[in-house]
């Protein structure tokens, strides 16, 4: 009888998630009247706002990603190897993104780095571009943070240091050559939400006034009637595309790492 009510629940939440995709798909494939056909999918690619916001989108995620690996990378190592008691609060800061909306967070950006400030970033196009990473990043926060945490949980990182600095390593190479080559699968799962929040985000890209994908979609869902379901399809299916590689990288990550 439980089994039964397991797959029951199962079936409805499938059904839950799965009808409103296969509706939204069905009816990007309806702009030809009368029959099924890619013409949305079709003007979408052919359109060069797509191109342009998505690229730039990648771009920042790109961006995003490194910034992200080499703040939280050393920050997790130290925790763990000698601030163990500041766990739980650098745990707690790390999940503050999840209840402060980004639209908060981003107009403390704009009131901080307006051009009257002391560091008028919002005053030139790379300065937002560094502040939109910032706020990416502060918004991937939680997710990296644990990720690497995980990674370093499965290594003995006491030993590996210890071996390092006896034979010279210093802190630079002992991070960069001995721990985060370890880490590398729980970077890559961390890499990978972070690039599907970047491509999804809407509020802080369209507040900064960024050339983003997020904006674009909203912007194409406001006047067209078909291409934004196309546009949609195409942006899920991106991100179960890396929804997919972290599974596959959290298989591998369960299979024994040897120490570098």
């Not at 359109?47 to 992200?68: C, K, N, P, Q």
Request: glycine residues 6%.
């Amino acid at each position: 009888m439980k089994r039964l009510w397991a797959w029951a629940a199962l079936i409805v939440g499938l059904l839950y998630f799965i009808l409103p995709l296969l509706g939204m798909t069905n009816f990007s494939l309806k702009m030809r009247r009368g029959e099924y056909s890619f013409d949305a999918y079709a003007k979408v690619f052919a359109d060069s706002r797509f191109h342009e916001t998505f690229t730039y989108s990648v771009w920042m995620a790109l961006l995003t990603i490194v910034f992200g690996i080499v703040l939280v990378v050393p920050t997790a190592y130290w925790v763990r190897l000698k601030l163990p008691f500041l766990r739980p609060y650098v745990e707690f800061i790390t999940l503050l993104p999840l209840v402060i909306p980004a639209i908060v967070t981003v107009f403390g950006y704009i009131r901080l780095y307006n051009t009257s400030s002391w560091l008028p970033l919002t005053g030139s196009s790379i300065g937002t571009d560094v502040l939109l990473m910032f706020g990416y990043a502060t918004l991937s926060l939680p997710y990296m943070y644990r990720a690497v945490d995980t990674g370093l949980r499965s290594i003995d990182i006491k030993t590996l240091t210890e071996a390092a600095q006896s034979l010279g390593a210093g802190w630079a190479t002992i991070i960069g050559r001995i721990i985060l080559p370890n880490v590398t699968v729980a970077v890559m799962s961390g890499a990978f939400v972070t690039f599907a929040i970047v491509l999804g985000e809407f509020t802080m890209a369209a507040l900064l006034n960024k050339p983003a994908f997020g904006p674009y979609m909203q912007l194409l869902g406001a006047n067209r009637a078909y291409e934004p379901a196309a546009l949609a399809v195409i942006a899920f299916t991106i991100t179960w595309a890396c929804l997919g590689l972290m599974q596959l990288i959290s298989r591998l990550q369960k299979t024994p790492q040897t120490p570098v």
